[in-house]
């Protein structure tokens, strides 16, 4: 359902039960799947593929060009999963040349005045509270909470079930499960409460807990951490989730408070 005060470009492809409000504009070269209801005064340009029962509020804008000085015009996507909500004023930035799309999971809340810029990847289930700022290819991973007001340097990767505190300067890699604080930002213990929510055992729990007072708690660099873990903890998935994040860190990981 279309209002007459809205532009749509006739070489879109609007699911039928789209409800579109008044004063939308949206651009050729776009998707938008069904369910999906479509706020006034949202921008929805080229490269924008919206999916399922999605709900954009008033003032956000999707697939705008990148604030990138190297894109020079290239076709990308700006990508918006299922059951996701975009509040008011949301900014998603459509990709480069770097990876060729930014990506918003599915079942995801990014709250009002967040930005997420080009070549970001936002998993599934994950919550960005206001004004919180996303840097060039950042990687949120699944379950990730976010608190408002926080800036993510670009390249970071956040890890899947952390909780990050409002107001933080990320500039390092956060990894799985952890609760991230004080500034600058640290370790601050596990998510043991997002991971019960989420109906994680106690027993898995408490090994991750084990994993990361190796890692932080120990006096103990990385590397020789990650040797002690391998040699004296049992392989897990999480185990082995943490360990993978760690090596393949390029900015590094979050220290311990100090």
Do not use: W
């Not at 949301?90 to 480069?96: A, E, F, M």
């Not at 408002?148 to 890890?159: A, K, P, R, V, W």
Request: glycine share 10%; net charge negative; proline share 4%.
């Amino acid at each position: 359902m279309k209002q007459p005060l809205a532009y749509v470009h006739p070489a879109a492809k609007i699911a039928p039960s789209v409800v579109i409000d008044p004063f939308v504009t949206i651009d050729q070269n776009v998707e938008i799947g069904e369910g999906t209801r479509i706020g006034s005064n949202v921008t929805i340009l080229e490269g924008a593929r919206i999916g399922k029962n999605c709900t954009i509020f008033p003032g956000a804008v999707i697939g705008a060009i990148p604030q990138d000085l190297k894109f020079h015009g290239e076709e990308t996507l700006a990508i918006i999963g299922d059951n996701t909500t975009l509040r008011e004023c949301v900014t998603v930035n459509r990709g480069t040349d770097a990876r060729g799309r930014t990506v918003v999971g599915s079942n995801t809340l990014i709250m009002a005045y967040c930005h997420v810029a080009h070549d970001c990847i936002v998993g599934d289930n994950v919550i960005i509270s206001n004004a919180t700022q996303l840097a060039g290819e950042v990687v949120v991973d699944n379950f990730a909470v976010i608190g408002g007001g926080s800036l993510i340097h670009q390249f970071c990767h956040i890890g899947a079930h952390v909780m990050l505190q409002g107001g933080a300067l990320v500039n390092k890699d956060i990894p799985p499960f952890v609760k991230a604080a004080r500034e600058p930002i640290s370790y601050a213990g596990i998510n043991s409460v997002g991971l019960r929510r989420r109906n994680f055992s106690s027993e898995t729990i408490r090994d991750i807990q084990e994993i990361y007072r190796y890692l932080y708690l120990s006096g103990m660099n990385i590397s020789d951490a990650i040797e002690r873990i391998e040699a004296e903890l049992p392989a897990t998935t999480e185990r082995d989730e943490i360990l993978q994040f760690v090596r393949n860190s390029k900015r590094g990981v979050i220290r311990g408070y100090i």
